[in-house]
């Protein structure tokens, strides 16, 4: 998929900040679909083979660890996947954040990653089975967003697939020596879906 979206200089957006005003056409909203689809396998890809050393380097300076990102998926999901239903089920519905970098120093950001795993393969698997079912009307429905005064319509997937294209390469470069770096920031907002 074409990057459509500007790069930044800024480690902590890879591909740009995200902008609401940005038109998402129904083949930009497929794409993003097939890539929730996609991004487990991508993921567990992206870490085969990996040892423990290689699973707690930082690819980026001061930024999270790869066991640290791909725990930070299976949290930000499983919230994103929350929010989508909230979206679905009520009238727009205010959605807070969450402090991800604190989650990310919590005890079971250390553990090993089949746990998270399996939940990303399920909560991709549900979220892909709903959004597939939704209606044009149905991904025009809002959230509201409590840490400032927006709305926006889940058809506003944010853009998973340039932002995923962005962050791999960080991690099988961890493959390379233990001290590897990669200049992507897997906390840009964007990878959270909501």
């Not at 940005?22 to 990996?50: C, F, Y």
């Not at 960080?170 to 390379?176: F, V, Y």
Request: charged fraction near 30%; include cysteine.
């Amino acid at each position: 998929m074409e990057n459509t979206t500007a790069t930044s200089n800024d480690l902590r957006y890879p591909i740009g900040k995200f902008d609401p005003s940005r038109v998402i056409t129904p083949e930009i909203r497929a794409a993003n679909v097939a890539a929730i689809r996609d991004l487990p396998g991508k993921i567990e890809a992206a870490i085969a083979g990996l040892s423990d050393g290689q699973l707690d380097t930082e690819y980026r300076p001061e930024g999270w660890t790869v066991r640290q990102t791909v725990h930070h998926v299976a949290d930000s999901h499983i919230n994103s996947f929350c929010r989508f239903k909230l979206a679905l089920t009520e009238d727009v519905p205010t959605i807070r954040p969450y402090a991800e970098e604190r989650w990310a120093e919590l005890a079971d950001s250390l553990l090993p990653l089949d746990s998270s795993l399996a939940i990303i393969r399920g909560v991709h698997h549900r979220l892909h089975i709903l959004l597939e079912s939704l209606s044009d009307a149905d991904f025009e429905r809002e959230l509201g967003f409590a840490i400032c005064d927006l709305r926006f319509a889940i058809s506003r997937i944010p853009e998973i697939p340039d932002y995923w294209d962005s962050s791999i390469p960080g991690i099988p470069d961890s493959r390379d020596s233990t001290d590897s770096r990669d200049s992507r920031d897997s906390r840009d907002s964007r990878f959270q879906m909501f």
